[in-house]
């Protein structure tokens, strides 16, 4: 008597489900560990109830959001998550210019002037990816995202000052970055 075992759709589920809470769970506590390494490990001594909050700061996150953190395994997935890791040193460079930049404005040796701009995002079309953007903008000091309009890809932030605003509308390096972290890069022919 020989017996055979079904491949059932809920073992491709659970696995599936497992593999996008890992990642999730593993990206969110490596971000927890980014931004509290000078308060964790620099001046103090190596301290497991601090890294203990942060293990459940990572998994209270990776509950509420592992549905929208990672798409399903067909969505090129760890090519996203290859591209995600150096647009997050990127991004964290971004905010160092930026705060620089700020604190020039603050001690008046860069003039202030205050900017609201409106600017369409025809690249990136999935909503992650306009999250990202809309989240990278307000990360950056010096620049807010008020409005997104995802149906016109239109994004209205306000700058502090005509350079900032400029980067956003003119310049699109974020955009552009964004757009290819998520594969939604445009191409030759469009504009």
């Not at 079309?125 to 309009?149: C, E, Q, R, W, Y």
Request: hydrophobic content about 45%; proline content about 6%; charged content about 20%.
């Amino acid at each position: 008597m020989e017996m055979t075992v079904a491949f059932c759709p809920e073992d491709i589920k659970s696995e599936n489900r497992t593999f996008r809470m890992a990642l999730t769970f593993s990206a969110m506590f490596i971000f927890w560990v980014l931004l509290t390494a000078w308060s964790v490990y620099f001046p103090e001594p190596y301290d497991f109830t601090k890294v203990g909050r942060g293990v459940m700061c990572a998994l209270i996150v990776t509950f509420l959001t592992w549905r929208m953190f990672v798409p399903r395994r067909g969505d090129k997935v760890l090519l996203t998550v290859k591209r995600l890791i150096p647009y997050m040193g990127w991004e964290i460079w971004q905010i160092y210019l930026a705060a620089v930049d700020v604190a020039k404005r603050i001690l008046g040796i860069l003039p202030i002037d205050p900017q609201i701009v409106e600017f369409d995002t025809p690249m990136l079309k999935s909503d992650f990816a306009m999250l990202a953007f809309a989240t990278s903008i307000t990360l950056t000091p010096g620049t807010v995202t008020i409005l997104v309009d995802p149906e016109r890809g239109r994004y209205t932030c306000h700058a502090i000052a005509k350079e900032p605003a400029d980067s956003l509308a003119v310049d699109q390096g974020m955009q552009k970055y964004v757009g290819w972290v998520f594969g939604e890069e445009s191409t030759e022919g469009e504009k």
